[in-house]
């Protein structure tokens, strides 16, 4: 698609092309540098903004210039830049369409071009006119800068012009492998050579930076209030003593010093709708503040914030502000200023249970270590001793690098057990994730999962059957008969299914085993899931184990011997 960068003044100041990456989001993938400096990481216009232009269906007209975007990550090291749709081109305040009317391609693996293979470049180079350009050459060679052993460029004889920066590079099957950037020539010698950013480099920043967009959230273990229901959202949360003309803090602040007089909060929003009535209260220590009622005007998503200002300076305390659109409440975010009383020294959270949902009481559902063909993964953990105002923040890693850090102040007290979570919208990449807990700058839980390639079905994971024979433990020659084999429901511990008297509607499968000791559980299990597991016998002792993870690989039927111990 078609990028146009104004200046502050609105004049067109650079042109571009770049890549959907995200359909339903509308993200787009393109080169830093047609939205600034990547020399001095200077943006062309102060709030990162670029006109969209889509291209038409028979791809032989002029781009419709149709949606507004501006930039949320960037890597001027690697020439890289995110930008995401946020309305319409010619009415900021209307509300996006459902469907954007966009297509992504599938992903290519640019290690596996070698030089002679086919490379296409598709974009809007200025000598190209209005319409879209599609030149085609070949894979040249590759140019590892650093000596590191990872290739920053590919080299081709496809054109790439002024225009085509931050396009498409596409293989021979139509697959992304890379993002066109560059093109050199000299007059002394005939031919020209361009430079493709990879797909592995591409997608790696993408993949990091769509982690890291606002995707933790977390709840508190306590009751809540059943309100209506509302598609409108607000995300990216942010206190600080200053905004840009983004309309974002410029330093995010979980507390401030005593005396300060200025405390914005900065936020995103979605599917809101003009006319709608936004509400907002600030609180100190509990006690109102301030509020205001407006009609909303501001569009259907951007960002924004609010302001709470004293001449004299803010009195110490813990400040919360409710948000609500049309009475529903979206959001409570809450800072300090000055020092607070909070006990965070004899505060905790317990051990970290990964699942793929949770309840309203922060009970994870379907946990395990390891998981298949998934968007989002929940931590749930619980909590004792946090006080209200206490900061803590979580810290998330992607191969043991950082890929998300927020920090927060506990709104409220008397929660025993809360939960964030980490998304992408392309589902979470295959590799291993780590989540590091802070009270202050105190680590107090560090847990990993393991997001698996696995084996799919069109994107649903295949149960397996589980069989095995029940043996004892000091005779592995003599089977055990009339064992019963019990699996709980993913996120039933065997302690849960005891106090609820062994309630029927928490088993999830079981088996007796028969004369040779073998048995067959009469429902499949999910690999990558993880089960609590008792096997009982009268002449025996008792297995218990909770937490007993399907391997995300194993075959069907999948083989789980048991050994019991006599009496």
């Known amino acids: 698609m078609l990028i146009l960068v104004p200046d502050n003044a609105g004049d067109l100041y650079d042109t571009g092309s770049g890549t959907i990456m995200d359909a339903d989001k509308g993200l787009i993938l393109t080169n830093f540098h047609v939205m600034g400096d990547p020399d001095t990481g200077k943006l062309y216009n102060d709030d990162g903004f670029a006109g969209i232009g ?112 931050g396009g498409l590079a596409i293989d021979n099957e139509g697959n992304f492998v890379g993002v066109p950037t560059a093109g050199y020539s000299r007059s002394d010698v005939a031919g020209k050579i361009s430079l493709v950013r990879p797909a592995t480099i591409a997608l790696r920043f993408y993949d990091n930076a769509a982690l890291g967009q606002g995707t933790k959230s977390g709840l508190g273990a306590r009751a809540t ?93 813990l400040y919360t502000v409710d948000m609500r659109l049309d009475g529903v409440l979206l959001h409570t975010g809450a800072v300090t200023v000055g020092t607070t009383s909070s006990s965070a020294a004899n505060a905790t959270f317990g051990p970290i249970t990964f699942a793929t949902d949770v309840t309203d009481n922060a009970q994870p559902i379907n946990a395990g270590n390891t998981f298949i063909d998934v968007q989002t993964v929940y931590a749930t953990f ?14 998330w890693l992607y191969e043991g690098e950082e890929v998300l850090a927020e920090e927060d102040v506990w709104e409220d007290d008397g929660i025993t057990a809360s939960w964030v979570s980490l998304s992408h919208p392309d589902g979470l990449p295959a590799g291993e994730f780590t989540l590091e807990l802070y009270i202050g700058d105190r680590r107090v839980q560090r847990g990993s999962f393991t997001v698996a390639e696995g084996r799919r079905s069109g994107s649903r994971v295949q149960p397996v059957n589980v069989t095995g024979v029940v043996r004892e433990i000091d005779n592995s020659r003599r089977t055990i008969s009339g064992a019963l084999i019990v699996f709980l429901n993913p996120g039933v511990t065997v302690e849960q299914w005891v106090n609820a008297d062994f309630d029927e509607s928490m088993i999830f499968a079981r088996a007796t085993s028969g004369r040779n000791g073998a048995y067959q559980l009469d429902a499949k299990v999910t690999p990558g899931q993880s089960y609590a597991i008792v096997v009982v016998h009268d002449d025996y002792e008792a297995i218990v184990a909770d937490a007993y993870m399907i391997p995300a690989d194993a075959s069907d039927p999948y083989q789980l011997d048991m050994t019991m111990q006599r009496k």
């Open 54 to 165: 889509v291209m038409p269906n028979d791809l032989r007209g002029a781009p419709v210039l149709r949606y507004a975007a501006r930039m949320i990550s960037h890597d001027p090291q690697y020439d890289l830049a995110i930008l995401q749709i946020t309305g319409l081109l010619d009415d900021a305040r209307a509300a996006l369409p459902a469907n954007l009317g966009l297509t992504t391609l599938p992903r290519g693996d640019s290690e596996s071009l070698l030089p002679g293979d086919r490379l296409a470049v598709i974009g809007y180079p200025g000598l190209g006119g209005a319409t879209v350009t599609y030149t085609e050459g070949v894979v040249s060679g590759f140019l590892d800068e650093d000596n590191n052993g990872e290739f920053e460029w590919i080299k081709t004889d496809a054109e790439v012009n002024p225009g085509n920066s």
């Open 225 to 317: 209030a059943v309100g209506r229901r509302t598609t409108a959202t607000i995300a990216g949360v942010e206190f600080g003593d200053a905004v840009n003309r983004q309309g974002k803090v410029t330093r995010p602040l979980t507390s401030f010093p005593s005396g300060v007089t200025d405390i914005y909060v900065s936020f995103e929003y979605s599917s809101f709708r003009n006319g709608q009535t936004f509400a907002y209260e600030w609180k100190i220590d509990g006690e109102r503040a301030y509020a205001d009622t407006i009609a909303w005007s501001e569009g259907a998503s951007g960002t924004t914030w609010l302001h709470l200002y004293s001449e004299e300076g803010l009195p110490d305390g």
């Open 382 to 395: 619980s909590v004792s001793n946090m006080s209200k105002g206490t900061p803590w923040r979580t810290r």
